[in-house]
């Protein structure tokens, strides 16, 4: 029973006992009339949320941390009987959602709307609900409430970082053997031709043949010899150092803004994340085929491609990638790298304190790879950490000739990644 339920039942025990004590009509006519409250209330809050419905529409169902959210919520009352208050709760998972409400006297028929902006802060797979609805009668005595489970969904990519130096390997040997793979990208390597189909690109038409043959024909095209870069992500469990907060403080005025860039959250992890997202971006954009390959709860495995979808696959990948693995990356290396086309980038990211980066990283150069390493330094995430191992790893990096990066608590990715080369390309020889 709530407080305004114990106010009408004392004032009516009140009332009753005062008819009975007194013999007073006053006092009978009193409690007759907070009975009749009693029972109009319950009468009312029966037919409450009775054709109330309720949308929630977003604009876009995917986006990219620092970016806003719109969304339009719309409650419609159908039936003849107008409400006087609707409290709408908004129980979406998303970090920072704003979509709860009061609306206040909402007419027969009558349909009103409210935009949402949220400011997204965390990467993830989110659904844009359920959201709760609760009413009741003008005297706030009977409370009902109506769910409407979610029916759309936002996926949120990580953010990415605008890098400059980083280096762009060559194949294993120019002009090498051509790998015997048909791709929807334009490169060097014409394959043949074939009939136009619906759909083909015009800029692919080969007027040659087209004359010869008296009908449209369009260029097929092959993989570039040995240029693909390969990420490996180490999602192990027990190398992961730190703890993500996500809670900032922004101005009204920042949610008019279509972007912020917000500071990476303080795990290792997460750092891992954005140096991935921002390191396909890069080599996507010099026209290499990345691939991304990662053992989290699942085993990912995106295959090397170009162009801009590929990006949007590995960024869906990333997305939902979380740090609960149990494969330590030599052994992910090992099992993966003898896959790929002899020649090409492996570039490894990590955060473990031992010689897992080193191990893994040697293995690829033993079988014709050219690894780089990016060692996201853990010890300036936590306390406690043994300095000893990281020397080692430093040290053993150095010894075998492998290039590699440190990324530190606070750093800027677009300079650590882009002045912080350890070792000159030139060790690959």
């Given at each position: 029973?709530?407080?305004?339920?114990?106010?009408?039942?004392?004032?009516f025990l009140f009332?009753?006992?005062?008819?009975?004590?007194?013999?007073?009509?006053?006092?009978?006519?009193?409690?007759?009339?907070?009975?009749?409250?009693?029972?109009?209330?319950?009468?009312?809050?029966?037919?409450?949320?009775?054709?109330?419905?309720?949308?929630?529409?977003?604009?876009?169902?995917?986006?990219?941390?620092?970016q806003i959210l719109?969304?339009?919520?719309?409650?419609?009352?159908?039936?003849?009987?107008?409400?006087?208050?609707?409290?709408?709760?908004?129980?979406?998972?998303?970090?920072?959602?704003?979509?709860?409400?009061?609306?206040?006297?909402?007419?027969?028929?009558?349909?009103?709307?409210?935009?949402?902006?949220?400011?997204?802060?965390?990467?993830?797979?989110?659904?844009l609900g359920p959201?709760?609805?609760?009413?009741?009668?003008?005297?706030?005595?009977?409370?009902?409430?109506?769910?409407?489970?979610?029916?759309?969904?936002?996926?949120?990519?990580?953010?990415?970082?605008?890098?400059?130096?980083?280096?762009?390997?060559?194949?294993?040997?120019?002009?090498?053997?051509?790998?015997?793979?048909?791709?929807?990208?334009?490169?060097?390597?014409?394959?043949?031709?074939?009939?136009?189909?619906?759909?083909?690109?015009?800029?692919?038409?080969?007027?040659?043949?087209?004359?010869?043959?008296?009908?449209?024909?369009?260029?097929?095209?092959?993989?570039?010899?040995?240029?693909?870069?390969?990420?490996?992500?180490?999602?192990?469990?027990?190398?992961?150092?730190?703890?993500?907060?996500?809670?900032?403080?922004?101005?009204?005025?920042?949610?008019?803004?279509?972007?912020?860039?917000?500071?990476?959250?303080?795990?290792?992890?997460?750092?891992?994340?954005?140096?991935?997202?921002?390191?396909?971006?890069?080599?996507?954009?010099?026209?290499?085929?990345?691939?991304?390959?990662?053992?989290?709860?699942?085993?990912?495995?995106?295959?090397?491609?170009?162009?801009?979808?590929?990006?949007?696959?590995?960024?869906?990948?990333?997305?939902?990638?979380?740090?609960?693995?149990?494969?330590?990356?030599?052994?992910?290396?090992?099992?993966?790298?003898?896959?790929?086309?002899?020649?090409?980038?492996?570039?490894?990211?990590?955060?473990?304190?031992?010689?897992?980066?080193?191990?893994?990283?040697?293995?690829?150069?033993?079988?014709?790879?050219?690894?780089?390493?990016?060692?996201?330094?853990?010890?300036?995430?936590?306390?406690?950490?043994?300095?000893?191992?990281?020397?080692?790893?430093?040290?053993?990096?150095?010894?075998?000739?492998?290039?590699?990066?440190?990324?530190?608590?606070?750093?800027?990715?677009?300079?650590?990644?882009?002045?912080?080369?350890?070792?000159?390309?030139?060790?690959?020889?």
């Open positions: 029973m709530n407080t305004p339920q114990k106010v009408v039942v004392g004032l009332c009753l006992l005062g008819g009975v004590i007194s013999g007073a009509s006053f006092y009978y006519r009193l409690a007759y009339l907070w009975g009749g409250v009693w029972i109009f209330a319950w009468v009312y809050s029966i037919f409450a949320l009775r054709g109330i419905e309720l949308t929630r529409v977003a604009r876009s169902h995917r986006a990219q941390v620092g719109e969304e339009r919520i719309e409650v419609l009352n159908r039936s003849r009987i107008p409400r006087f208050w609707l409290a709408i709760y908004d129980e979406s998972t998303l970090p920072g959602a704003k979509g709860s409400r009061v609306i206040s006297y909402l007419k027969s028929k009558e349909m009103r709307s409210y935009f949402v902006r949220t400011r997204l802060v965390k990467r993830g797979f989110y659904s959201t709760r609805v609760v009413a009741g009668d003008p005297f706030g005595l009977f409370l009902v409430e109506k769910h409407f489970q979610a029916k759309e969904n936002l996926l949120v990519y990580p953010m990415t970082e605008e890098l400059e130096n980083f280096p762009n390997p060559s194949g294993w040997i120019s002009g090498g053997e051509a790998i015997r793979r048909k791709t929807h990208q334009i490169t060097p390597n014409a394959a043949g031709v074939r009939e136009y189909m619906p759909g083909d690109p015009l800029n692919r038409i080969h007027w040659l043949s087209t004359a010869r043959r008296n009908r449209l024909m369009v260029k097929e095209f092959e993989l570039d010899p040995l240029s693909e870069v390969w990420i490996f992500l180490d999602a192990t469990r027990d190398n992961q150092f730190g703890k993500a907060v996500y809670r900032y403080e922004f101005h009204p005025r920042e949610l008019w803004r279509p972007v912020v860039k917000l500071p990476i959250p303080q795990a290792t992890f997460e750092y891992q994340i954005v140096i991935a997202a921002s390191l396909t971006r890069h080599f996507l954009r010099k026209g290499r085929a990345v691939g991304l390959i990662a053992k989290g709860r699942n085993f990912y495995v995106t295959a090397a491609e170009r162009g801009f979808r590929q990006l949007g696959k590995i960024l869906e990948a990333l997305a939902i990638l979380e740090p609960e693995g149990d494969l330590p990356l030599p052994v992910l290396v090992e099992s993966q790298g003898r896959l790929l086309p002899r020649g090409s980038t492996a570039i490894l990211i990590s955060s473990a304190n031992d010689l897992s980066l080193s191990r893994a990283a040697s293995f690829l150069t033993t079988i014709g790879h050219h690894p780089i390493a990016v060692w996201v330094d853990p010890i300036t995430f936590e306390e406690g950490l043994d300095e000893e191992k990281r020397a080692r790893l430093l040290n053993s990096l150095r010894t075998q000739g492998i290039p590699y990066f440190i990324v530190r608590l606070g750093d800027d990715l677009t300079q650590s990644l882009s002045e912080s080369f350890v070792i000159s390309t030139q060790a690959w020889g």
